[in-house]
Nanobody, 125 residues
Framework: QVQLVESGGGLVQGGGSLRLSCAASGRTFSSYTMAWFRQAPGKEREFVAAIIWSGGITYYADSVKGRFSISGDIAKNTVNLQMNSLKPEDTAVYYC??????????????????WGQGTQVTVSS
């Protein structure tokens, strides 16, 4: 059984930074795609960033490109999301997601099989 546990959320002022981490367990993740999504109140869950372990390919939503960076450590089964220059509109619950079958760019939440419980990020103006 795959388990994903997020950490690192919190309250930060606009322009500040936060680093989220996702610890994965239960399987070998070397062939997985790991991703971050977020969901603000009253809105649909939206794609933020993803990394395809095989090849180390990363991709981002346009809204966070240049401000957020996804990285990971396969040996430790962890994925991080470094968030800089945060804006109030980044406020949301951030979720870690994983899937062993996604090998190309995939931004649809419904395509990911495994999810963490989420961590709240609040950016004040």
């Amino acid at each position: 059984q795959v388990q994903l546990v997020e950490s690192g959320g919190g309250l930060v002022q606009g322009g500040g930074s936060l680093r989220l981490s996702c610890a994965a367990s239960g399987r070998t993740f070397s062939s997985y795609t790991m991703a971050w999504f977020r969901q603000a109140p009253g809105k649909e869950r939206e794609f933020v960033a993803a990394i395809i372990w095989s090849g180390g390919i990363t991709y981002y939503a346009d809204s966070v490109k240049g401000r957020f960076s996804i990285s990971g450590d396969i040996a430790k089964n962890t994925v991080n999301l470094q968030m800089n220059s945060l804006k109030p509109e980044d406020t949301a619950v951030y979720y870690c997601a994983a899937d062993p079958w996604i090998a190309t760019r995939q931004t649809q939440a419904t395509e990911y099989d495994y999810w963490g419980q989420g961590t709240q990020v609040t950016v004040s103006s």
